[in-house]
């Protein structure tokens, strides 16, 4: 059966790496040059040539410099690049049209507006940073069916789910990058002043209850509501405290500890 070729996606420092080696570098050279171990830039080199498929650095530059990965000047892909070859009247590079395509996706995706929530962009911010769904489990204290989750549901989002698991994450970030969601640092975490958070004197109830150990159907008892009602309203005290996407053995805590730093619930008392 055939099946279709998988899109070469290359990191921004794969393709300056390959560039230096288009320009004769070793990689003890280009250790130095970068700051970086020379064992790393030789790992490196290796994960370029197999997701290009080839054996030899000579080979990798070929495709790389055909398909508009890298082009002769270190900066070719950028704007710059791009308006140098228009001012001097010369063939625009491989790497520039490139560049330049996706630069105007980058336009076209401004106008199709991608709806991702507050955790979907924490966790490609945390991709882009280099961390694995494995640290960001330990990091959220939630569980690996959570973080696949999410990681579903934002590739879905951003319309990389199609695509092989090899690239998924590359184009994702791609894709964030192009739409502003990866270029500042995650936001403060919302002070009252800034975005006050309510909760009603029954969320309260329900939450304190919850908190000494009664199940939710003894919960809405205590409370003389019905169980769908009780429900109804923890549920929305979880969306207003930002915990609703978390697991079930962490909402609550979380939940509780983010309404006494606000304020919202009397202090646990003490034995």
Known sequence: MDT??????????Q????????????????????????????????????????????????????AGHIGPYEDCGLLAAYRRHLKRDEPICAACKRGNRERMDAEAATRRPVQLAEPHVRLLRAFDAGRTQEQVCKAWGVSHRTVKSLTAEAYAALGVAQLPPPVRREVALREARMRGLLR???????????????LSDTQVSILLELEKGASLSQTATRLEMPPGSCASRLSEAYRRLDVAWMD????????LRKARALGLLPEAATT
């Open 4 to 13: 279709a070729p998988q899109p070469i996606v290359l990191t921004e420092r």
């Open 15 to 66: 393709r300056h790496i390959l560039w230096l080696l288009s320009t004769g570098h070793t990689c003890a050279d280009i250790a130095r040059k970068t700051d970086g171990a020379p064992g790393v830039v030789r790992k490196t080199c290796a994960r370029i040539y197999a997701v290009m498929g080839v054996a030899t650095a000579a080979q990798a530059v070929r495709n790389g410099l055909l």
């Open 184 to 198: 500042n640092q995650p936001p403060p975490r919302p002070s009252s002043a800034q975005s006050p958070v309510h």
């Open 248 to 255: 079930k053995g962490t909402r609550l805590p979380e939940a």
